[in-house]
């Protein structure tokens, strides 16, 4: 009876919320941003090569799952609890996750990370045996004996990156100094990448007041265009007119002039129009290049820092 009651005030301590807290106004919605998964080992390293942890982060595309690593014999509570103890053993506030849905997906993710670096390389090698033998032969005499070798190399390397990936560390320094290494590394990726960006941002913005000064040039040259041709016309419509009182011929020859006239202007717009198209579109281009390019590395800076506290 005193247990009980016990872990009924405990479930209540849990559940009562903090006495200030802050409704989450991000771009992602919270179930998103927490949506998990479980996966084997191999599968999570698979999927962080393919775009990282996130996906591509493009715009309009969800984001990927949070990975749960279940160890042998363990549930999804047990998962809970031990990701919990983690959090407590680094000083970290749970409540204080509970209004922060982005922190919590780094944390987690990191949680993942840490349990794929210390997770048994033999029970990894037994799980890419279980999953040859489930593989249909059918499906392997199907394929060309020109694709077969550069298949099976391909399959090797990432066998042997598996296998480098999955040493466990022998002790809790080692782990630290490959964790402290893969920091720098990020961090090194990412000024890279931001000096990068901020030379594709000048070239792009030259290339628009290159693109802007020419439209200005080429509005100009059309007005002084239309400006010089409006008398010449005048004078062939007065020509015009003339011949065809003196020698009294079609009028339908002046409505031919004065069509050819209207279609000339027609002609001298329209060409400006496809330059004016295309920097539109390559405005848009630009903004959304912008946008995915500061998206993407808000992102890297983020999952840095989280990697740093965690250590």
Same mark, same amino acid.
């Given at each position: 009876?005193?247990?009980?009651?016990?872990?009924?005030?405990?479930?209540?301590?849990?559940?009562?919320?903090?006495?200030?807290?802050?409704?989450?106004?991000?771009?992602?919605?919270?179930?998103?941003?927490?949506?998990?998964?479980?996966?084997?080992?191999?599968?999570?390293?698979?999927?962080?090569?393919?775009?990282?942890?996130?996906?591509?982060?493009?715009?309009?595309?969800?984001?990927?799952?949070?990975?749960? @690593?279940?160890?042998?014999?363990?549930?999804?509570?047990?998962?809970?609890?031990?990701?919990?103890?983690?959090?407590?053993?680094?000083?970290?506030?749970?409540?204080?996750? %509970?209004?922060?849905?982005?922190?919590?997906?780094?944390?987690?993710?990191?949680?993942?990370?840490?349990?794929?670096?210390?997770?048994? =390389?033999?029970?990894?090698?037994?799980?890419?045996?279980?999953?040859?033998?489930?593989?249909?032969?059918?499906?392997?005499?199907?394929?060309? =004996?020109?694709?077969?070798?550069?298949?099976?190399?391909?399959?090797?390397?990432?066998?042997?990156?598996?296998?480098?990936?999955?040493?466990?560390?022998?002790?809790?320094?080692?782990?630290?100094?490959?964790?402290?290494?893969?920091?720098?590394?990020?961090?090194?990726?990412?000024?890279?990448?931001?000096?990068? @960006?901020?030379?594709?941002?000048?070239?792009?913005?030259?290339?628009?007041?290159?693109?802007?000064?020419?439209?200005?040039?080429?509005?100009?040259?059309?007005?002084?265009?239309?400006?010089?041709?409006?008398?010449?016309?005048?004078?062939?419509?007065?020509?015009?007119?003339?011949?065809?009182?003196?020698?009294?011929?079609?009028?339908?020859?002046?409505?031919?002039?004065?069509?050819?006239?209207?279609?000339?202007?027609?002609?001298?717009?329209?060409?400006?129009?496809?330059?004016?198209?295309?920097?539109?579109?390559?405005?848009?281009?630009?903004?959304? %290049?912008?946008?995915?390019?500061?998206?993407?590395?808000?992102?890297?800076?983020?999952?840095?820092?989280?990697?740093?506290?965690?250590?």
């Amino acid at each position: 009876m005193p247990m009980a009651r016990r872990n009924a005030s405990r479930s209540r301590s849990r559940s009562r919320p903090s006495a200030k807290t802050y409704a989450y106004k991000g771009t992602r919605r919270q179930n998103e941003l927490l949506e998990s998964k479980i996966m084997s080992v191999n599968d999570f390293l698979r999927s962080m090569a393919d775009y990282g942890p996130n996906g591509p982060m493009f715009l309009r595309t969800k984001l990927k799952p949070i990975a749960i @690593l279940l160890r042998n014999g363990e549930s999804r509570t047990r998962y809970e609890d031990n990701f919990r103890k983690r959090l407590d053993s680094r000083s970290i506030d749970v409540a204080a996750l %509970q209004d922060d849905p982005e922190e919590e997906r780094r944390y987690r993710q990191c949680f993942a990370y840490l349990r794929a670096a210390t997770a048994d =390389p033999h029970r990894r090698v037994e799980e890419r045996r279980s999953r040859s033998r489930h593989r249909s032969p059918s499906r392997g005499r199907k394929r060309s =004996p020109s694709k077969a070798p550069s298949r099976g190399l391909k399959r090797s390397r990432q066998e042997d990156g598996e296998i480098v990936a999955a040493e466990k560390p022998k002790s809790g320094r080692e782990w630290e100094e490959k964790m402290a290494k893969r920091v720098a590394q990020l961090e090194s990726d990412v000024s890279r990448r931001f000096l990068e @960006l901020e030379q594709e941002l000048k070239a792009l913005r030259t290339q628009s007041q290159a693109a802007n000064g020419a439209l200005a040039r080429d509005s100009e040259d059309q007005k002084q265009t239309v400006a010089t041709k409006a008398p010449s016309s005048q004078v062939v419509d007065v020509t015009l007119s003339a011949v065809v009182k003196s020698e009294s011929e079609s009028p339908g020859k002046a409505d031919i002039l004065k069509e050819a006239t209207e279609i000339l202007k027609m002609a001298t717009q329209t060409q400006a129009a496809p330059a004016l198209k295309r920097l539109v579109k390559d405005y848009i281009r630009l903004n959304n %290049q912008i946008v995915m390019n500061e998206a993407a590395v808000q992102d890297s800076l983020a999952y840095v820092k989280s990697l740093e506290r965690w250590r």
